[in-house]
């Protein structure tokens, strides 16, 4: 029996769409998967040139304190000292990307980080060894023995983290760009808060 093509697009196409039924739902579900899995997210990584073109934020190292409604003034008051001990200014640190830095649960766009094209203030996501990457802010980057050696810290950190002061070339794994989707990450880290040390846990601190 001759196969139809058309016949069989058509027949999808109803189930996908316009299917009400408990089968159409789990079709929808199914293709929906398949499609963001081996569709979406592989053009999406070919385009931008990261393995991971999407990045959702897990922690609270890069929030600054009222992020909805944001003074950067009063927020550099508090952490000037830690800035001005790696040499930035007020004025320095509004022309950065992400000045007013970003939420847990955000949804950032990550694109290829070039080491060569990578500056001071830059955000960038670097696989540090541990469970989920980490995405810092660049504050140090030198060239040395023929490759590129970066610095980061986090914005709403006390300090550098260990694994921070010597990223090399091998440890990018993109740059972010711009914040997504605010929020809509929780629908995964929601699943996964219990699992977190107590002080990890919920939103980060309003006050």
Not at 78 to 86: G, I, L, N, R, W
Not at 129 to 156: A, C, L, M, W
């Amino acid at each position: 029996m001759k196969f139809d093509i058309k016949k069989f697009w058509k027949k999808l196409w109803f189930i996908l769409w316009k299917d009400d039924s408990l089968k159409g739902w789990i079709v929808s579900i199914v293709f929906l998967f398949v499609f963001i899995k081996f569709v979406f997210f592989p053009a999406l990584s070919f385009v931008t040139g990261t393995s991971l073109p999407l990045a959702i934020v897990e922690s609270c190292s890069m929030y600054h304190e009222g992020i909805f409604f944001h003074d950067f003034n009063e927020w550099w008051e508090v952490h000037e000292a830690k800035y001005s001990a790696y040499g930035f200014t007020k004025e320095q640190f509004k022309d950065f990307v992400f000045e007013d830095g970003f939420n847990k649960g955000d949804i950032l766009f990550i694109i290829r980080a070039k080491p060569e094209k990578l500056k001071v203030g830059d955000v960038i996501i670097f696989d540090a060894g541990q469970k989920n990457p980490v995405i810092h802010r660049i504050i140090d980057t030198r060239y040395e023995d023929g490759e590129y050696v970066f610095s980061t810290i986090g914005d709403n950190n006390n300090g550098q983290l260990s694994i921070e002061k010597e990223i090399t070339e091998e440890q990018l794994m993109g740059k972010a760009i711009f914040k997504l989707a605010p929020y809509l990450g929780w629908g995964k880290l929601v699943f996964f808060e219990g699992s977190r040390p107590e002080s990890e846990k919920g939103f980060c601190n309003q006050n």
